[in-house]
């Protein structure tokens, strides 16, 4: 049996994966935010969409560069993860603040972060008005892994902790791999 | 150190949690399908963005109705899960031959599934082509929970076990919660 509650509570659908998302303005200044409200939705071409609240700075970024990279912490990045989703990049460089070390991309000029279980290299190439965010819906140009955590199937659970977000400080990482019959 | 890899390797963005998306047609008939890339897209509203492939018997049935479910399985809903995924509803009735029980919506005409997790109510706002796909973008109606399994703060990880998909027969759960620093 089911109970119905209030129709605007989102965490029914998390936890899910949580990223740092990179962004540059067209000065050249680079700023970091997590976002969970990510998902492939194409795979050919491989397509990313991306919800950003149009206030924060890294929209304004995206919006003058038409790019950004989704960076793939694991548990160790806890804390880091947790502070770039409630600071803003307006007051602080929270690239500097937090200790991240950037990395030069392969395609794209925005970098991407070292020390993470990879990245993906993204350039916009549509966007939907929702609500009072932006859907950046963005081809995915380049993939870099931890080659040790990456297997021909996907993340290795036992060496990938993949940061979930549940809801203000909770998070989760996947448990073991579950096998459904053929 | 990273290693690149195929830049159409989605799997780079899974495990993440995967449903069963309920439609219907405009003749009343009523398929099931799983799919994993849904995402919360706002919050005030409370839209979902749901990409579904334009050949499935799923796509056709939204766009007649402009209505759908997305139904939260629990990890003993794996083997229902990925059959729902590789099977057609052109070819079989997968509500009857998975022997899922449908359960009419408080706010839609499509009805949600019994002995999930919970299911949320979805109305079609907007679309957006993505190449072999079309984003859904839906308001969500309603929200519908098992009530133990449910907190102010979201699932309780301890007795929600949610399905979250890794990749073909590949799934895992979320494992404890773990809080970051304030």
Redesign the interface.
């Known amino acids: 049996?089911?109970?119905?509650?209030?129709?605007?509570?989102?965490?029914?659908?998390?936890?899910?994966?949580v990223y740092l998302i990179v962004s540059r303005s067209k000065n050249g200044s680079v700023n970091v935010m997590s976002a969970s409200?990510?998902?492939?939705?194409?795979?050919?071409?491989?397509?990313?969409?991306v919800?950003i609240w149009k206030g924060s700075l890294t929209h304004q970024n995206i919006r003058e560069t038409g790019e950004f990279t989704?960076n793939?912490p694991s548990?160790k990045h806890?804390?880091t993860?947790?502070?770039a989703g409630v600071v803003s990049g307006r007051e602080v460089d929270k690239i500097s603040s937090l200790g991240l070390r950037l990395?030069k991309s392969?395609v794209i000029e925005t970098p991407g972060l070292e020390d993470m279980l990879?990245?993906?290299e993204c350039k916009v190439v549509?966007e939907?008005e929702?609500?009072?965010?932006t859907?950046f819906?963005a081809e995915?140009?380049?993939?870099?892994?931890?080659?040790e955590a990456?297997t021909r199937?996907?993340?290795d659970?036992n060496k990938a902790k993949?940061l979930?977000h549940?809801?203000?400080?909770?998070?989760?990482?996947?448990?073991?791999?579950?096998?459904?019959?053929?």
Do not use: C, Q
Request: net charge positive; glycine share 8%.
């Open positions: 049996m089911y109970k119905t509650i209030d129709s605007r509570d989102y965490h029914v659908l998390h936890p899910r994966p409200w990510v998902s492939p939705v194409s795979d050919e071409p491989f397509l990313v969409a919800s989704v793939i548990d806890l804390n993860v947790y502070k990395l392969s990879g990245f993906i549509n939907v929702v609500g009072e965010s859907l819906i995915v140009k380049a993939v870099h892994v931890v080659e990456y199937y996907g993340w659970l993949i979930l549940h809801g203000g400080r909770g998070f989760t990482t996947p448990s073991k791999l579950i096998l459904a019959h053929r």
